[in-house]
């Protein structure tokens, strides 16, 4: 049990555009997330987003925070920082750093359109190798342009290695689609089983 | 050994080192009863190590000859110092207890036979002279050996998971809290002082950093966020400095701080630096004293707890500034542990509670993001006694990046248990109150089921209140 108004507060910085919108977007977050088993369990994840990335991770911060009756803490970063912030020398942000280690939850944000980069793999896998070591979620956005994808083509070694460690993925709405399409077949009669 | 105060005094000024000399003038004090000279004597080497000054033995000897000369029958080593100071006191307890019982003496034709018998009893209750009695063994067979370890009559401890770790604070304890500057230390020590009092507790509140009257507010703001069922009735302190108060806010305010004295005035004295003495501990003694003879006029029970706010202020008590070295604080700590199991020496027992500083290493290793709020035993600034004779320690760790929230920590719990985390407390310094709202709080709260549950409105983590 937490306050909601101490939870708002902590993450109002996320809500960057109309209210009524964000809701909405939450909305849709809670339903797509609520059927899928064992969500809970699963501390390093990857799920494709074509949706605003912020109600996402509102979402989630919520409920994490709910789940473990603490009002969490979180970093967001890039893939495009992130490499930046490792070859930065001495001019890197030790803060960041430590905080993309120990914060509670930490978001990667990987975009369909980025260029592929293997260093970014690497460092990514390590970053959530190290993290599930310390019992953090770890939370890899996979932003997309629709919600038909379901293949993250520039970071196909992150996901292999997700699938390997028997990580969450949480694809694409097009399974989704499929399913409700074999259910209407299914209501109208031209499907029996 | 056949000791005597004068060549006690004389081993004593004759000690190389001012510092050495300067403990054992100050345990002299504390311990003994000293006639005038004698206490002149030893304030005037005071005053000269104080100032830095060097000491001559033998002037000082002859500037006090009317009271050194032709008494002196031997010297005492400094290693046998503490054992003449222990026997002297043991021979002055005794005197005093055969003059309270020939005093006695001269009143028994007055009395009854059970007077007589509650006289005798109070007498050797009060006296410190246990003769050659072998102290008791502890491991005794009892009745019911369980029921005397429950802590029932506890003190509050005012957020219920912090008493989930440590319990409830119980007599004979000594607990510190401990926070960096501006971590709400004084808003959770009124919090202490005010549950408690309501509960029926005498607290004496020792504000050594802040008027009586402004503490006496913000618990008036506090006793208002207690019974307040909603938020407009809750009043902040910056209001009533900057007097934005409404008329209507005024007399309710007003109204509210009349409610409170009449419902604890007689079992909290906040008293202030104007109020007490407590240069010495001696003089500390004596506003203990007036303390419990206070409650137990007004409420028929002695003191059950005093709350030291804050404990490092002590440090500039009878002008020892100049030479503080550490070690006076640790003397009060050392004064303190002896009052919560030994109040005034009536084999009573009190909790303590010593309310102290974090020492700046510590409050920068709590701020990083890996141990955030995680404070260790050693954090405490002002005396490293405090983490030995602490019975629980309970930290606080101002979170920046949130309103209302501090971190709580307990690196030190010997009844209880020490958690994984800090314990995330909610905080309201503006109405000076301590854990959250309590006639407010269900109308702000949020589980988790009730966050995944099909019919929970998002729309309402927006505007705030569940509907």
């Known amino acids: 049990m937490l306050n909601i108004d101490l939870l708002k507060r902590k993450y109002k910085r996320l809500i960057t555009f109309d209210e009524n919108k964000f809701t909405n977007e939450l909305d849709l977050h809670s339903k797509r997330l609520a059927g899928i088993k064992d969500f809970n369990s699963y501390k390093s994840l990857i799920i494709y987003n074509h949706l605003n990335k912020n109600t996402l991770i509102y979402y989630l911060c919520f409920y994490y925070s709910l789940l473990d009756e603490k009002i969490k803490d979180f970093e967001a970063i890039t893939g495009q920082n992130l490499i930046d912030e490792y070859f930065a020398d001495k001019d890197r942000d030790l803060e960041l750093s430590t905080n993309l280690r120990y914060t509670d939850i930490l978001f990667i944000i990987v975009d369909q359109l980025d260029y592929k980069h293997d260093y970014l793999e690497t460092l990514v896998k390590n970053l959530v190798d190290f993290r599930t070591s310390q019992g953090l979620r770890t939370v890899l956005l996979y932003q997309t342009v629709s919600q038909s994808i379901t293949e993250a083509s520039n970071i196909q070694a992150v996901e292999t290695y997700f699938r390997n460690q028997n990580f969450l993925i949480v694809k694409g709405q097009q399974t989704t689609k499929q399913e409700d399409i074999v259910k209407k077949a299914k209501q109208q009669g031209r499907l029996l089983w | ?467």
Not at chain 2, 272 to 280: A, F, L
Request: net charge negative.
């Open chain 2, 1 to 467: 050994m056949i000791t005597n105060l004068v060549s006690v005094l004389l081993s004593i000024i004759y000690i190389e080192d001012p510092k050495v000399m300067y403990k054992y003038l100050t345990l002299l004090q504390t311990s003994l009863k000293l006639n005038e000279v004698e206490t002149r004597i030893i304030r005037y080497a005071q005053d000269l190590i104080e100032r830095g000054e060097p000491i001559h033995s033998d002037g000082l000897k002859s500037k006090f000859s009317y009271y050194f000369d032709n008494k002196v029958t031997s010297s005492i080593s400094l290693s046998n110092l503490d054992f003449a100071i222990a026997e002297l006191r043991r021979e002055q307890e005794k005197k005093t207890l055969a003059e309270d019982l020939l005093t006695l003496g001269s009143k028994v034709g007055n009395l009854t036979q059970n007077e007589i018998e509650q006289k005798i009893q109070d007498i050797l209750k009060s006296s410190s002279f246990k003769g050659d009695t072998v102290p008791t063994n502890s491991l005794l067979k009892k009745d019911n050996a369980y029921e005397g370890l429950i802590a029932k009559d506890g003190l509050s401890l005012v957020v219920p998971e912090i008493e989930k770790y440590i319990g409830k604070a119980t007599k004979g304890e000594i607990l510190s809290i401990l926070a960096f500057t501006g971590s709400f230390k004084t808003v959770y020590a009124l919090n202490i002082a005010y549950e408690n009092a309501m509960n029926g507790h005498n607290v004496l509140y020792l504000g050594l950093e802040d008027t009586g009257d402004r503490l006496v507010s913000r618990l008036v703001l506090n006793h208002i966020a207690n019974t307040a069922t909603k938020e407009s009735e809750l009043i902040k302190s910056n209001d009533i400095r900057d007097d934005k108060l409404t008329p209507e806010q005024q007399e309710y305010y007003n109204n509210k701080h009349n409610e409170l004295v009449s419902l604890i005035s007689d079992n909290l004295l906040v008293w202030d630096t104007t109020d007490i003495e407590y240069k010495t501990f001696n003089d500390m003694t004596t506003t203990l004293r007036l303390a419990d003879t206070e409650f137990f006029n007004k409420t028929g029970k002695g003191l059950d707890a005093i709350i030291v706010d804050q404990l490092a202020l002590l440090k500039y008590a009878d002008n020892k500034k100049n030479q503080y070295d550490g070690g006076v604080m640790n003397d009060w700590v050392s004064y303190f542990r002896e009052q919560a199991l030994n109040f005034l020496n009536s084999t009573r027992q009190v909790t303590i509670f010593l309310v102290s500083q974090i020492n700046r290493e510590s409050f920068s290793q709590a701020s990083r993001p890996k141990s955030k709020g995680q404070y260790s035993t050693t954090a405490a600034s002002d005396s490293h006694e405090i983490e030995r004779t602490s019975a629980s320690m309970i930290t606080l760790y101002k979170d920046n990046e949130i309103d209302n929230l501090v971190l709580v920590n307990i690196p030190k719990a010997r009844y209880g248990q020490v958690p994984n985390r800090p314990l995330q407390v909610e905080v309201y310094g503006e109405y000076c109150h301590f854990g959250s709202l309590p006639n407010i709080r269900d109308k702000k709260t949020l589980t988790f089921s009730e966050y995944t549950a099909e019919d929970f409105s998002l729309k309402d983590l927006l505007t705030g209140d569940k509907k």
